[in-house]
């Protein structure tokens, strides 16, 4: 009976049974039982690990497909596939099947927090600027082909929206070049509060707020609100009461006059002063003001044209 050996086994008992003479020493029965051992034991030696050392595969392994069938061999690694030549632990063992492009999971992955892998994205947190195929013109959203649009600036307060062109609503085609039209600042309140204490109804980058005496105020601005003291200002005070009719009013003057500050040592300020129609400075119910100017580094193009007599 045929025994499984291993190649070390085989070696011995061939080299021990077969002498190498002619002495008549080998029998039909030595021959036989070696052939039988090495026949029955190739399978296992190949599969034992044997060829890990001295006898390892130095040619490509094919299982072939079956011409006639159309079917053929296949590897079956059930305790898995080791890489000796892998450049990251090629001691560890692969046990899990590759499920081919189509079945991976891009969450299982591993190190998708750490680094910057795909510098083909942006990263969510914006430390990288768009580049390669994604890289943009100077402006981030413009017409293509151009150099022109919109773009997003850090400043220390934030992020400032810059835009090279004229906004156009399309509802009535109106067009805005600039946002020097739109007041800077804005204030409606009633002079007459209790205690002498004015009462402010609705306010846009006013600080305060503050009653001299009667029918005289200091309105001080939010600091960065104007690049100076030449900003425009207009007021109005003419109702006697908050709820009057259409036709309950008092002919009453708004001046403002005084300005000072610098938003320096002091924030920017204007006097209120609200004088009825006999000269009488009065406390109204219901005063309005409204600043335009200009703003940190703004301007308003090209210098007006003087002419005078």
């Given at each position: 009976?045929s025994?499984?050996?291993?190649?070390?086994?085989?070696?011995t008992?061939?080299?021990?049974?077969?002498?190498?003479?002619?002495?008549?020493?080998?029998?039909?029965?030595?021959?036989?039982?070696?052939?039988?051992?090495?026949?029955?034991?190739?399978?296992?030696?190949?599969?034992?690990?044997?060829t890990?050392?001295?006898?390892?595969?130095?040619?490509?392994?094919?299982?072939?497909?079956?011409?006639?069938?159309?079917?053929?061999?296949?590897?079956?690694?059930?305790?898995?596939?080791?890489?000796?030549?892998?450049?990251?632990?090629?001691?560890?063992r692969?046990?899990?099947?590759?499920?081919?492009?189509?079945?991976?999971?891009?969450?299982?992955?591993?190190?998708?927090?750490?680094?910057?892998?795909?510098?083909?994205?942006?990263?969510?947190?914006?430390?990288?600027?768009?580049?390669?195929?994604?890289?943009?013109?100077?402006?981030?959203?413009?017409?293509?082909?151009?150099?022109?649009?919109?773009?997003?600036?850090?400043?220390?307060?934030?992020?400032?929206?810059?835009?090279?062109?004229?906004?156009?609503?399309?509802?009535?085609?109106?067009r805005?070049?600039?946002?020097?039209?739109?007041?800077?600042?804005?204030?409606?309140?009633?002079?007459?509060?209790?205690?002498?204490?004015?009462?402010?109804?609705?306010?846009?980058?006013?600080?305060?707020?503050?009653?001299?005496?009667?029918?005289?105020?200091?309105?001080?601005?939010?600091?960065?609100?104007?690049?100076?003291?030449?900003?425009?200002?207009?007021?109005?005070?003419?109702?006697?009461?908050?709820?009057?009719?259409?036709?309950?009013?008092d002919?009453?003057?708004?001046?403002?006059?005084?300005?000072?500050?610098?938003?320096?040592?002091?924030?920017?300020?204007?006097?209120?002063?609200?004088?009825?129609?006999?000269?009488?400075?009065?406390?109204?119910?219901?005063?309005?003001?409204?600043?335009?100017?200009?703003?940190?580094?703004?301007?308003?193009?090209?210098?007006?044209?003087?002419?005078?007599?």
């Amino acid at each position: 009976m045929s025994n499984i050996k291993s190649s070390g086994e085989l070696l011995t008992s061939i080299n021990s049974d077969l002498a190498d003479n002619n002495a008549g020493l080998i029998s039909a029965e030595d021959v036989r039982r070696n052939m039988s051992d090495t026949a029955r034991s190739i399978n296992q030696i190949v599969a034992s690990g044997d060829t890990d050392g001295d006898w390892p595969f130095v040619f490509d392994v094919k299982a072939k497909v079956d011409n006639v069938a159309g079917v053929g061999g296949t590897f079956i690694a059930e305790s898995g596939v080791k890489f000796p030549n892998s450049p990251i632990n090629s001691s560890k063992r692969q046990v899990e099947p590759f499920l081919g492009v189509g079945g991976l999971s891009h969450d299982s992955l591993a190190d998708l927090s750490t680094g910057d892998k795909h510098t083909q994205y942006l990263n969510i947190d914006g430390n990288r600027a768009m580049i390669g195929n994604l890289a943009l013109s100077t402006y981030w959203v413009g017409s293509e082909g151009t150099d022109n649009g919109l773009k997003f600036t850090p400043t220390a307060s934030g992020d400032d929206i810059t835009v090279s062109g004229t906004f156009e609503f399309q509802k009535d085609q109106s067009r805005m070049d600039s946002a020097h039209g739109v007041a800077k600042a804005w204030l409606n309140f009633d002079a007459s509060g209790v205690g002498n204490v004015p009462v402010v109804r609705s306010y846009h980058n006013i600080n305060k707020l503050e009653r001299l005496d009667q029918g005289k105020f200091k309105i001080t601005f939010n600091s960065g609100v104007f690049l100076d003291n030449t900003y425009v200002a207009i007021g109005n005070s003419n109702s006697t009461t908050a709820a009057g009719s259409q036709e309950d009013f008092d002919l009453n003057t708004v001046g403002l006059v005084m300005r000072a500050g610098d938003d320096g040592t002091a924030l920017r300020t204007v006097t209120y002063v609200i004088r009825n129609d006999n000269g009488e400075y009065v406390d109204g119910e219901v005063n309005d003001f409204v600043a335009y100017g200009y703003g940190a580094g703004s301007t308003s193009g090209t210098t007006p044209t003087i002419v005078g007599l």
